[in-house]
């Protein structure tokens, strides 16, 4: 099993930056693919970044390309979601979430573990 701990969540004002950390714990993978989901109220959860095991390749929802950026700590177990140029619609609980995988997937479905969630709040 793999656990994942999301933190760094709160309000913050639209333009504002916020860092959020998912810390994994448990079962480790030699090849993995790490990603980041949110979950507007009323909307669907939606893929934001994601980086395969080598931390050389990245991906990123149109709506976020140029704000945020994606990074692992492998030495702290730890990936990290930069936020930059906060938007109003970018409030929604997000997720970090796991699956074996050797690289970028195609899409980002069927992911193997899941954290519980962080809220972030863009104030306008």
């Known amino acids: 099993q793999v656990q994942l701990a999301e933190s760094g969540g709160g309000l913050v004002q639209a333009g504002g930056s916020l860092r959020l950390s998912c810390e994994t714990s448990g079962r480790s993978f030699s090849y993995y693919v790490m990603g980041w989901f949110r979950q507007a109220p009323g909307k669907e959860r939606e893929f934001v970044a994601g980086?395969?095991?080598?931390?050389?390749?990245?991906a990123y929802a149109d709506s976020v390309k140029g704000r945020f950026t994606i990074s692992r700590d492998i030495a702290k177990n730890t990936e990290y979601l930069y936020m930059n140029s906060l938007k109003p619609e970018d409030t929604a609980v997000y997720f970090c979430?796991?699956?074996?995988?050797?690289?970028?997937?195609?899409?980002?479905?069927?992911?193997?573990?899941w954290g519980k969630g962080t809220l972030v709040t863009v104030s306008s």
């Open positions: 980086m395969d095991w080598s931390r050389k390749n990245t």
């Open positions: 979430a796991v699956k074996r995988a050797y690289g970028l997937p195609s899409a980002w479905v069927n992911m193997d573990y």
